[in-house]
Each structure stands twice: as structure tokens, then as C-alpha cells.
């Protein structure tokens, strides 16, 4: 599984300076390292599966009271 470059076509860029990636929805794939915006579970560039959680718990913290507020 290598990245073919598909990916560059979903990847999204960050808004604010202390917004989370995945709190905008954003996934991303350990394989191609790039955050994108799919649907899916599975990269559509390499066909590995996505990262859409932190995975620091520092990080997964910050996200699960940002969803609760």
C-alpha cells in the first residue's frame, strides 16, 4: 500500500489556529500522512483505513468536552 497522490484532491486545510482537525470533520490516513475530507473508512488514494479519533489522550480529551459543550 503505497499513496498514488488521489488523496491531494480531498485534502482540507485548517481554518482557525486552535481548531482540532478532527473536530472539522477531518480524517486521516497514516499511509499518505495527510488529513482529508471523505466519507468513507478507507483512504481513497491507498486504500488504508482512516484515522478519524486523536490519538494522544491529551487530544482525545480536548475533543470529547468540545463535543459534549
Request: charged fraction near 35%.
Amino acid at each position: 500500500m503505497t499513496c498514488k497522490g488521489i488523496c491531494e484532491r480531498y485534502k482540507i486545510t485548517k481554518g482557525k489556529k486552535n481548531e482540532s482537525w478532527y473536530k472539522k470533520g477531518a480524517k486521516r490516513c497514516t499511509v499518505c500522512t495527510i488529513f482529508i475530507e471523505w466519507e468513507g473508512l478507507w483512504c481513497p488514494c491507498c486504500g488504508y483505513m482512516l484515522r478519524n479519533k486523536p490519538k494522544g489522550n491529551q487530544y482525545k480529551k480536548t475533543l470529547k468536552r468540545s463535543r459534549i459543550d
